[in-house]
Each structure stands twice: as C-alpha cells, then as structure tokens.
C-alpha cells in the first residue's frame, strides 16, 4: 500500500502525572526522552492503512494504539519485505509516568533514560529489542515487569531505573539482563524463562545472591561463591545495597557476570 506518514502531538498541558499505554503490533518501534511540555510527540509510517495510529486521551490517561485489530496485526502473506510500521515516539520528563508498553513482534529500542517511571511494565512478543536506562530514574519506581516472547533482549542499566521490585518472566530466546546503575537501595528479583540463555551482569560493589531453580539448567559464574544452589559475589553480606536474584529457567544456560561498578 502507499505510505503514510503521520506526526502526532499530545501538549502536556497542566498534568501532574500521566498514565501511558503504548499498543505496537508489527514493526520497528523507537522510544526516547522527548521535550518536557510535550505529553507525546510521535512519527508514524506505515503502508497497511488499518494499522493508522489511534490517539486516545481521557484525564491523565493517554493510549497510543496500533489501529485494527490484533487479529490483522501480523504480516500479511506474501507482503513480507514491503511493509513498513515504524513508529519514533518521545515521552516528557517533566511529569511521573506509569508507562505500559505491549509490542508483539518487531525490533527496536527503548531509551526510557531520564523519564519519570513510577511503574513500568513491558508485554514484548517476537522480536529484537534493546531497553536502556543510561540515567537514574528521578522517580520512584516500585515494580518493573518484563514479559518477553520469543524474543532476543537486552536491558542494559537497570540500577539506573531502580525498581524495588522487577520481575521478569521470559518464552524462548536471549534475555540479557544488565544491572549496572545508581541503585539507591535493595531490590527483589524474580526471573523465570522457558527455554534459551539468560545473562545476568551483576555489579562487584553491590551484594548479589542468585538462587537457580527448576530444571538442571548449566550455570557459569567465575568469581561467584556456590552453595547448593545460590551463588553469592564477595560483597554479599557485606555491601549496604543488595540485590536478591531468584532464576528458574527450564530448558538453557546461565551466565552469571561481574562488572565493575
């Protein structure tokens, strides 16, 4: 079909706080820090003209919304290599942010650097997608929640976010979780995958403990200290800020993998 392309911006208006539900079904979807007193700023194109991006705003309430229906979201047939989705959209810093992002399959990278995330939860089907958090959060984030599909992904400063609680739950795939950043306190951590490697990269200076349950999956952890099944770093039971790691994984390998702070 003809490509459309289409700009969107939602003013950020007097809004204190604001809920975001981003709905992305096939494609390539980018996310950044955009300007402070724009809510939203998006570029959309796109050559199936169902899949017009729907914009809906209801009090502090905003959804950006793949348009059809999940049903027509995925490739049509014999159109792979000529459709075009690709979405570039920018979220203010200036207010709190509980942010829900659903892609089903696609590729692309979510730099939530900077943002106000005060509850962050992430649906990602099939795909390759990179998350960052290169800077601290300025808010308080108290639950992160990854759910992945077959997918490849890397989160890469996840201190920086600093959830107090995040869990993950992963499909098949490569799940490369980065925890470097400024944590400013302890954290709770709960992954579960099906088949597929794990990479934890886990900080010297901040005590780690990592319990492995489920099937008999190889672990490889140079520098950890193994009980049964935990694995501690040396700072553990030492460091001010811990983070206690719980994995069980079916069917794969972990790597366990200290960085320098």
């Known amino acids: ?28 979807l980018n996310i950044e820090q955009g300007s402070p007193d724009e809510l939203l700023s998006g570029a959309f194109s796109y050559n199936v003209a ?31 290599g000529t ?16 942010l829900d992002i659903k892609a089903g ?5 979510l730099d939530l650097s900077g943002l106000q995330l005060t509850s962050l939860a992430m649906t990602m089907g099939a795909g390759d997608f990179e998350i960052l958090f290169d800077d601290p959060n300025p808010a308080e984030l108290a639950r992160l929640t990854l759910d992945t599909g077959a997918s490849s992904l890397e989160i890469t400063g996840i201190g920086n976010a600093a959830p107090r609680y995040l869990k993950v739950q992963g499909g098949a795939g490569d799940l490369t979780l980065d925890f470097s950043g400024a944590w400013p306190e302890s954290a709770t951590i709960d992954i579960a ?17 990592v319990e492995t349950r489920g099937a008999v999956a190889p672990v490889e952890a140079e520098g ?7 694995y501690v770093n040396g700072a553990f039971g030492k460091a001010e800020i811990e983070l206690r790691i719980e994995v069980t994984l079916g069917v794969g390998e972990i790597r366990l993998i200290e960085i320098a702070d």
């Open 1 to 28: 079909g003809e490509l459309r392309e289409q700009q969107e911006v939602v003013p950020i208006g007097d809004a204190d706080r604001a809920e975001v539900e981003i709905v992305f079904g096939a494609g390539v």
């Open 50 to 80: 169902e899949w017009q991006p729907q914009i809906t705003q209801e009090d502090d309430r905003l959804e950006v919304r793949q348009g059809g229906t999940r049903d027509n979201w995925g490739i049509p047939t014999g159109r792979v």
């Open 83 to 98: 459709i075009r989705n690709e979405w570039a959209l920018a979220l203010s810093p200036a207010v709190p942010l509980d």
């Open 105 to 109: 399959a696609g590729q692309g990278t």
């Open 193 to 209: 995958a099906g088949v597929g490697s794990l990479t934890l990269r886990l900080p010297a200076g901040i005590g780690v403990e």
């Open 224 to 230: 950890f200290e193994k009980s049964g099944n935990t």
